[in-house]
T-cell receptor, first 110, second 117 residues
């Protein structure tokens, strides 16, 4: 299979920084996505990485190391509204489908 | 931005009946749409890939005769759950591929919560 692993739950404090890790099988890798999903709602796109390095977009950054099969999503200046599930998804080979990890439920506390 | 709608947002049906869920890309054309199901506190599980004008590609373990998919136009795909049973109760989410090069990202609909009694 193409196991995509991420922590199940994380807790952080408002105003702090949190890093959510994702590891995946590297064979056939063709891009990695991070999505945010609030309970009962659709996932919304956060970031896309296909080359090694850091992609920064406001308070959110995403990092990729293809050789290590590793990515992380970094959230800065946490706000209460950031409490949500964060989904790591990988595209393999030339296809269009995504394989999702189990998601990380982030709880931001005051 | 790209918007994907789903209808209905919630549906309750009796065991043995069929339910149709619509997925529409509102401001872009999507040759490829995807159907996922999501159980509480779990991630998205791909059910099938829907290609406009051709048969859907189902993931292993998904019964194609139970989950009928039709992608008749570039903006509409439908999922029909036939002879629904309580174990089919779930959150069904569609997505449409609309992002440009290189991400070709998927845009997700708001989901349909199906409850089978």
């Amino acid at each position: 299979g193409q196991n995509i692993d991420q922590p199940t739950e994380m807790t952080a404090t408002e105003g702090a920084i949190v890093q959510i890790n994702c590891t995946y099988q590297t064979s056939g890798f063709n891009g990695l996505f991070w999505y945010q999903q609030h309970a009962g709602e659709a996932p919304t796109f956060l970031s896309y990485n296909v080359l090694d390095g850091l992609e920064e977009k406001g308070r959110f950054s995403s990092f990729l190391s293809r050789s290590k099969g590793y990515s992380y999503l970094l959230l800065k200046e946490l706000q209460m509204k950031d409490s949500a599930s964060y989904l790591c998804a990988v595209r393999y080979n030339a296809g269009n489908m995504l394989t999702f990890g189990g998601g990380t439920r982030l709880m931001v506390k005051p | 931005g790209a918007v994907v709608s789903q209808h209905p947002s919630r549906v309750i049906c009796k065991s043995g009946t069929s339910v149709k869920i619509e997925c529409r890309s509102l401001d872009f054309q999507a040759t490829t749409m995807f159907w996922y199901r999501q159980f509480p506190k779990q991630s998205l599980m791909l059910m099938a890939t829907s290609n406009e004008g051709s048969k859907a590609t189902y993931e292993q373990g998904v019964e194609k005769d139970k989950f009928l998919i039709n992608h008749a136009s570039l903006t509409l795909s439908t999922l029909t759950v036939t002879s629904a049973h309580p174990e089919d109760s779930s959150f069904y989410i569609c997505s449409a591929q609309g992002g440009g090069y290189p991400s070709y990202e998927q845009y997700f609909g708001p989901g349909t919560r199906l409850t089978v009694t």
